[in-house]
């Protein structure tokens, strides 16, 4: 990644820090600082001065420092902080998880308001149920927009915006690799105070109290010479004016006051004692942390910012919160380039994180104002994709759409050459359509009795020669005829050839009846014949049955 400036104004002093933007292991390669003018700053918040801005710009070209673009870390009140905890999603997840669920943490009008969030870590659980603890953001976009306007009047283009408690958390988490260590970032009128446990962020507090107090009371004291903030806090630096105890009990106290006038020793108790608030709210926060977390107390506290460079304020911290306390004045987070390790490294070390992983505020605003301004490119970018996409479809289409061409061509060339036999192949449906109907019509006209004739011819040739038809009737479905044979014999074979008729389906016989008849002449001659004679005379004997005939459904005619 490319170098950035990374700035962070204080109430005083101005750091600028020349180095490597989101890099890993970034490299330091120039540290300056500028005075703050009076009434520019305020809790963060940065007024409009073009004079600022030219001192600013100045700055930079005498140091020869070509680099413009911009990060700054914010030390504000008013950023508000909240810890939430969030299903254990991926890293890259958290960003649209939070923005959907804003309004729930922050119940105000998030259209002026821009929001980032500390990773905190993961609870120590494999299960689903698993919790992602963050520490979520808001800061004011008119606190953002004053340094914007501060760099754009500077030639700067400010490309990140970090919390400060975030700048420390990515500075000094290398530093806590294994116990439990308080790291406290005292500036003129705040500190924060961070706790980290093995490169973990544990707790982190705002604390409304610094040097400030000190200063004021140094400045009241005209036995100093000093009557300007900038040369308090450089004879703050330079000279031990602090007692180590607040009580001002203890044998180092004592023999300190010794070698002092009776000037001095009051205004050094009164300097000493306006840092009372400072101490005890550390404390307080120690004491908190410690009664939470009895298996991982804190072991050791370590002071950045301007206090760190605050002769005697380490003892102090040391004596009355009963931990020993150092001022950080190296990190491993980082290299430096030939000649650029300030002697006060430990005031530069938070502008040093800010360009380690900011929170985002400035990123969240750029794309926002993206979306905004960037419809005309967009359009223009969206014509020239669709312009190249239709280029490419008729390129891809072109070849098919020739070959389906020349492939219509065919096909009419062979419509053209079948259309005699389309035509002769219609005619011949129509002809087999037209024998069809004529086919349906004609069963429809079929009767048995049209083979009538034929089937008084079988039947004639088949009965015997003394069979009688005595009566015949018939329709279309069945005939029903009376024969008068002789014997029962001849009765039993007519009904049985009958029966064997293929026109028909079946055959019931009604009883046969048998009939006697005496011959009239013979009774006549009985009287004048002989004896002899009588004794040949006979009845005559016949059998009378009716047959019952149905005929087959498809007609006789068919089946004959």
């Known amino acids: ?174 530093e806590v ?36 107090n000190t200063v004021q009371t140094m400045m009241s004291y005209k036995l100093f010479n000093e009557d300007s903030y900038g040369k308090c806090i450089d004879l703050l630096k330079e000279h031990n004016c602090i007692f180590p105890s607040l009580s001002g009990e203890d044998e180092e106290t004592h023999k300190l006051k010794e070698t002092l006038d009776k000037g001095d020793r009051k205004a050094m108790t009164d300097m ?67 000649n650029a390790q300030a002697k006060d490294i430990g005031e530069y070390l938070t502008a040093m994180g800010a360009s380690i992983s900011p929170v985002g505020f400035i990123e969240d605003q750029k794309k926002a104002d993206a979306k905004k301004t960037n419809y005309i490119s967009l359009s223009i970018l969206t014509l020239i994709l669709m312009g190249v996409l239709v280029a490419a479809l008729y390129i891809m289409a072109k070849k098919p759409y020739e070959d389906e061409v020349i492939r219509n061509i065919a096909l009419k060339s062979m419509i053209n050459k079948y259309e005699p036999a389309l035509k002769v192949k219609e005619e011949c449906e129509n002809v087999s359509a037209l024998y069809e109907e004529v086919k349906k019509l004609s069963g429809y006209t079929d009767s048995n009795n049209d083979g009538l004739v034929a089937f008084l011819t079988e039947l004639e040739e088949k009965l015997p020669a003394d069979a009688t038809v005595e009566n015949f009737q018939s329709d279309n479905a069945h005939a029903t005829f009376t024969i008068k044979v002789p014997t029962m014999t001849d009765a039993a074979g007519i009904i049985d050839t009958v029966r064997k008729f293929e026109s028909l389906s079946d055959v019931s016989v009604s009883s046969v009846t048998k009939t006697t008849e005496e011959d009239v002449s013979i009774k006549h001659e009985k009287k004048e014949a002989s004896a002899d004679f009588e004794e040949e005379a006979v009845d005559n004997t016949y059998y009378t049955f009716t047959l019952d005939c149905i005929y087959h459904a498809n007609g006789a005619t068919e089946t004959n």
Do not use: W
């Open 272 to 338: 000493t004692e306006a840092l009372g608030p400072l101490v005890g709210n550390v404390g307080r926060v120690l004491d908190l942390y410690n009664s939470k977390n009895l298996e991982h107390p804190i072991t050791k506290v370590s002071m950045i910012g301007l206090g760190s460079q605050i002769a005697g304020l380490d003892k102090l911290f040391s004596r009355e919160l009963g931990v020993q306390t150092e001022s950080v004045n190296s990190v491993k987070s980082v290299t430096y380039a030939l």
């Open 177 to 212: 690799t294994e116990e439990t260590e308080m790291v406290i970032k005292v500036e003129e009128q705040s500190t924060i105070a961070t706790i980290i446990h093995s490169g973990e962020l544990m707790m982190q507090r705002n604390l409304g109290y610094g040097i400030d």
């Open 1 to 174: 990644m490319s170098k950035v400036l990374s700035i962070e104004v204080g109430n005083s002093l101005t750091k600028i820090v020349e180095m490597d933007y989101k890099s890993k292991n970034p490299k330091v390669y120039k540290c300056i600082n500028i005075p703050t003018p009076d009434e520019v700053f305020d809790d963060g918040y940065i007024s409009d001065s073009k004079e600022y801005a030219g001192t600013l710009k100045k700055a930079l070209a005498d140091n020869k420092i070509k680099t413009r673009q911009a990060v700054c870390t914010i030390t504000c009140s008013k950023i508000a902080n909240r810890e939430i905890m969030l299903p254990n999603v991926k890293l890259s997840q958290v960003d649209d998880l939070i923005r959907a669920n804003a309004t729930e943490y922050f119940p105000v009008d998030l259209s002026q308001y821009e929001l980032g969030y500390i990773v905190l870590g993961r609870e120590t659980s494999d299960t689903e149920n698993a919790k992602l603890k963050i520490m979520l953001l808001a800061c004011e976009k008119e606190l953002i927009k004053g340094y914007d306007t501060l760099f754009d009047q500077a030639g700067l283009k400010l490309v990140g915006v970090d919390y400060a408690g975030n700048s420390v958390v990515q500075i000094m988490k290398k």
